[in-house]
């Protein structure tokens, strides 16, 4: 236990601007993970196994020398057709199933991932440095990697173009017609199969574009992804299905308390923070829903 | 019935005989009967009362802390020893050795069958995949806290007190085999004499429509948390075994070990068939030997391998070899099949 936070202001400052960073680039993964939720009713417990993969990818043109920057836009493009390969070999057969055996298919495809990164690009932990420099704020007394100001401005650049893409393109139509309900736009002509592929694709080339920012701004591992999924299930139960801004204010709110978690509890209790949240998120909304039941009798 | 009882007894001296007759494998069948105790104890709530939990390797985990940590502090103290790091300072005599499991497997029953009533109250009110979820957060946290704590070893783990030397060297084998294989017969009797009540029935009404079950007067909360309390009764006990039978314990490798033992306890009660006596013994017994064939011939890739299990399992055979084989064979399962109808309906497929 470690209260320095709470003596120094210009730390809990450090802190909150921090947490608002890192919450924008959550607050783009849990939007990946309530479009898929709200269209296919599937708990993709594989999403952050598929933003790791993207995180590689923008490693990878790092390795090679190419600006880990265009990451940004290769990622997005190889992801939307992993996303198509997933959905077609594993997802489209467990879409009208029992939600339990989504969440155990995704589950193996999530150990899949992880083992076949760890085979190919090795247990290492690795960034791609992009050489961005650091703001400096306050005095000096708040540093700011400008490759987390650069991530989260893209962030919101990606997840305002979606937005305006689901409200004037005609498949954005089609996605929020199966959202609403998927045998009446069935009956009007609306092909769902290639709708349900396209929502998935859309949601890896989403996980894509965090991934490599990630990779840019963070750290990536290829056993890292199961806290990224927690992390954007937990934004999405907590906002809601379909209300992007609350999406944005809770993954905000997640990152500013991931990253007091880390001053006060030590980062090894980091992920394990995450975690208890979760648990205690889902007590609380469980104790809210049944009082709710009880004005119904 | 008659055939039952001759089943059960051969059964049962299959499993005394086992040792000796195949004493390589000593290791390996004893922890066939953990994963049988894992498999069945799941079984109970994922398979009968449809609550799909990704959390009991939390009372695996804690029961093999726990037992561990009690037989080391009854007699040492605890910090020096993982300080040590399993270092031949303290050493236990075989009688000590002895009453430290005896107590330790005690209280890693008891206590997490105590937390499990703790916390059932607030975890088992969340429905469906809210309910999977929030188990495998739970596991997952503790995994990451306990590997924070150091008076257990932290990061670097945990060395069980070594087996003492009592005479013949293959006796530790045969202990923690007849150990395991004691808790197996254990777990099969309560659980068999479970299925045999109301309790069961309850069960089923919780799977098959909670509210309705509710609306028809039975509490359906008191009997998930009991439910959920006897898994974590033969859980924690399983933990602890296993704990002994490794020897070192790592927080998120070997005891809260999500990634394998969590997913391999769903997947085993899923392959033998969900809802079933036997189901999860089968499964289980199917998995391990393929698992273990698996694991010889593709070192390296055995995840690769468990991921692509994982998913072929779950969307093609989602029934399980139970399931398969009631629908094959109806009759032996005392339905009663009208053959015109079946016809029918093979017709109009």
């Given at each position: 236990?470690d209260f320095?936070?709470f003596?120094?202001?210009?730390?809990?400052?450090q802190a909150c601007?921090?947490?608002?960073?890192?919450?924008?680039l959550?607050?783009l993964?849990?939007?990946?993970?309530?479009l898929q939720?709200?269209v296919?009713n599937i708990?993709n417990?594989?999403?952050?196994?598929?933003?790791?993969l993207?995180?590689?990818?923008?490693?990878?043109?790092?390795?090679y020398?190419?600006?880990?920057a265009?990451?940004?836009?290769v990622?997005?493009v190889?992801?939307?057709?992993v996303g198509?390969?997933i959905y077609?070999?594993?997802i489209?057969?467990?879409?009208?199933?029992?939600?339990?055996i989504?969440?155990?298919a995704?589950f193996?495809?999530?150990?899949?991932?992880?083992q076949?990164?760890?085979f190919?690009f090795?247990?290492?932990?690795?960034?791609a440095n992009?050489?961005?420099g650091t703001?400096?704020?306050f005095?000096n007394?708040?540093?700011?990697?400008?490759?987390k100001?650069?991530s989260a401005?893209?962030s919101?650049?990606?997840a305002?173009?979606?937005?305006?893409y689901?409200?004037?393109s005609?498949?954005?139509?089609?996605?929020r017609?199966?959202?609403?309900?998927?045998?009446?736009?069935?009956?009007?002509?609306?092909d769902?199969?290639?709708?349900?592929a396209a929502?998935?694709?859309?949601?890896a080339?989403l996980?894509?574009?965090?991934?490599?920012?990630?990779?840019i701004?963070?750290?990536?591992?290829?056993?890292?992804?199961?806290?990224y999924?927690?992390?954007?299930?937990?934004?999405?139960?907590?906002?809601?299905?379909?209300?992007l801004?609350?999406?944005?204010?809770?993954?905000?709110g997640?990152?500013?308390?991931e990253?007091?978690?880390?001053?006060?509890?030590?980062?090894?209790?980091?992920?394990?923070?995450?975690?208890?949240l979760?648990v205690?998120?889902?007590?609380y909304r469980r104790?809210?829903l049944?009082r709710?039941?009880?004005?119904?009798? | 019935m008659?055939?039952?009882?001759?089943?059960y007894?051969?059964i049962?001296?299959?499993g005394?005989?086992a040792?000796?007759?195949?004493?390589?494998f000593k290791?390996?069948?004893?922890?066939?009967?953990?994963?049988?105790?894992?498999?069945?104890?799941?079984?109970?709530?994922g398979?009968e009362?449809?609550?799909n939990s990704?959390?009991?390797i939390?009372?695996?985990?804690l029961?093999?802390?726990?037992?561990?940590?009690?037989?080391v502090?009854?007699?040492?103290?605890l910090?020096?020893?993982?300080?040590?790091?399993?270092e031949?300072?303290?050493?236990h005599?075989?009688a000590?050795?002895?009453?430290?499991?005896?107590v330790?497997l005690?209280?890693?029953?008891v206590?997490?069958t105590?937390v499990?009533g703790?916390?059932?109250?607030?975890i088992?009110g969340?429905r469906?995949?809210?309910f999977?979820?929030?188990?495998?957060?739970?596991?997952?946290?503790?995994?990451e806290?306990?590997?924070?704590?150091?008076?257990i070893?932290?990061?670097?783990?945990?060395?069980t007190?070594p087996?003492?030397d009592?005479?013949?060297?293959?006796s530790?084998?045969?202990?923690f085999?007849?150990l395991?294989?004691?808790?197996?017969v254990?777990?099969?009797?309560?659980v068999r004499a479970?299925?045999?009540?109301?309790?069961?029935?309850?069960?089923?009404a919780?799977?098959?429509?909670?509210?309705?079950?509710?609306?028809?007067?039975?509490?359906t909360?008191?009997?998930?948390?009991?439910?959920w309390m006897?898994?974590?009764?033969?859980c924690g006990?399983?933990g602890?075994?296993m704990?002994?039978?490794?020897?070192?314990?790592?927080?998120t490798?070997?005891?809260?070990?999500?990634?394998?033992?969590?997913?391999?306890?769903?997947?085993?009660?899923?392959?033998g068939?969900?809802g079933?006596?036997?189901g999860?013994?089968?499964?289980?017994?199917v998995?391990?030997?393929?698992k273990e064939g698996?694991?010889?011939?593709?070192?390296?890739?055995?995840?690769?391998?468990?991921g692509?299990?994982?998913?072929?399992?779950?969307i093609?055979?989602?029934?399980?070899?139970?399931?398969w084989l009631?629908?094959?064979?109806?009759?032996?399962?005392?339905?009663?099949?009208?053959e015109k109808d079946?016809?029918?309906?093979?017709?109009?497929?």
């Amino acid at each position: 236990m470690d209260f320095m936070v709470f003596q120094y202001p210009m730390i809990s400052v450090q802190a909150c601007l921090d947490g608002i960073l890192l919450g924008i680039l959550f607050a783009l993964i849990a939007y990946g993970m309530a479009l898929q939720w709200g269209v296919m009713n599937i708990i993709n417990i594989a999403q952050g196994d598929l933003v790791i993969l993207g995180g590689y990818i923008a490693y990878f043109m790092y390795l090679y020398g190419i600006h880990p920057a265009w990451g940004v836009i290769v990622a997005p493009v190889i992801m939307y057709f992993v996303g198509i390969a997933i959905y077609k070999l594993v997802i489209n057969k467990v879409v009208d199933r029992d939600l339990f055996i989504s969440i155990l298919a995704t589950f193996g495809i999530s150990i899949l991932f992880m083992q076949l990164m760890n085979f190919a690009f090795g247990a290492d932990v690795v960034l791609a440095n992009s050489d961005y420099g650091t703001t400096m704020l306050f005095n000096n007394n708040v540093v700011l990697p400008n490759s987390k100001i650069f991530s989260a401005f893209i962030s919101i650049l990606f997840a305002i173009c979606l937005v305006i893409y689901m409200k004037k393109s005609k498949l954005g139509r089609a996605i929020r017609a199966t959202a609403q309900n998927a045998r009446a736009a069935k009956i009007l002509g609306v092909d769902t199969e290639k709708v349900y592929a396209a929502t998935f694709g859309i949601n890896a080339a989403l996980c894509g574009v965090a991934g490599a920012l990630i990779s840019i701004t963070f750290t990536i591992h290829p056993y890292m992804g199961l806290p990224y999924t927690i992390r954007s299930f937990m934004i999405v139960i907590v906002a809601g299905l379909g209300n992007l801004p609350g999406v944005a204010m809770s993954g905000m709110g997640l990152g500013v308390f991931e990253e007091f978690a880390d001053y006060i509890l030590g980062t090894e209790f980091r992920i394990g923070s995450v975690f208890l949240l979760l648990v205690l998120i889902l007590i609380y909304r469980r104790f809210k829903l049944s009082r709710k039941r009880e004005y119904l009798k | 019935m008659k055939n039952n009882l001759i089943l059960y007894i051969g059964i049962l001296i299959f499993g005394i005989a086992a040792p000796f007759v195949f004493p390589a494998f000593k290791v390996q069948l004893s922890i066939l009967c953990v994963l049988i105790v894992l498999a069945t104890t799941w079984n109970i709530q994922g398979g009968e009362m449809g609550y799909n939990s990704f959390g009991n390797i939390l009372f695996y985990g804690l029961g093999m802390y726990l037992c561990a940590s009690v037989q080391v502090g009854m007699f040492f103290p605890l910090a020096e020893w993982t300080e040590s790091g399993g270092e031949k300072t303290f050493v236990h005599t075989p009688a000590q050795f002895f009453q430290g499991m005896a107590v330790g497997l005690i209280v890693a029953a008891v206590v997490p069958t105590i937390v499990a009533g703790l916390i059932g109250y607030s975890i088992l009110g969340l429905r469906g995949h809210y309910f999977a979820i929030c188990t495998l957060g739970l596991g997952v946290a503790a995994g990451e806290i306990s590997g924070g704590i150091e008076i257990i070893g932290a990061g670097q783990g945990f060395t069980t007190p070594p087996f003492p030397d009592v005479g013949s060297l293959d006796s530790r084998g045969e202990f923690f085999y007849f150990l395991s294989f004691f808790v197996l017969v254990l777990t099969f009797v309560t659980v068999r004499a479970i299925y045999t009540t109301r309790f069961k029935l309850i069960l089923n009404a919780i799977r098959d429509n909670e509210d309705k079950a509710e609306a028809m007067g039975i509490e359906t909360m008191k009997y998930k948390i009991i439910g959920w309390m006897i898994s974590a009764f033969f859980c924690g006990l399983a933990g602890g075994i296993m704990g002994g039978l490794v020897g070192y314990i790592d927080s998120t490798d070997v005891a809260f070990d999500g990634r394998e033992m969590g997913v391999f306890m769903v997947l085993m009660a899923i392959l033998g068939g969900k809802g079933t006596l036997w189901g999860p013994i089968i499964g289980a017994t199917v998995f391990h030997i393929f698992k273990e064939g698996f694991w010889t011939f593709f070192l390296g890739w055995q995840y690769v391998a468990l991921g692509v299990l994982i998913v072929v399992i779950v969307i093609y055979f989602p029934e399980g070899i139970m399931g398969w084989l009631r629908e094959k064979y109806p009759e032996r399962f005392g339905e009663v099949v009208d053959e015109k109808d079946r016809k029918a309906q093979v017709e109009l497929k």
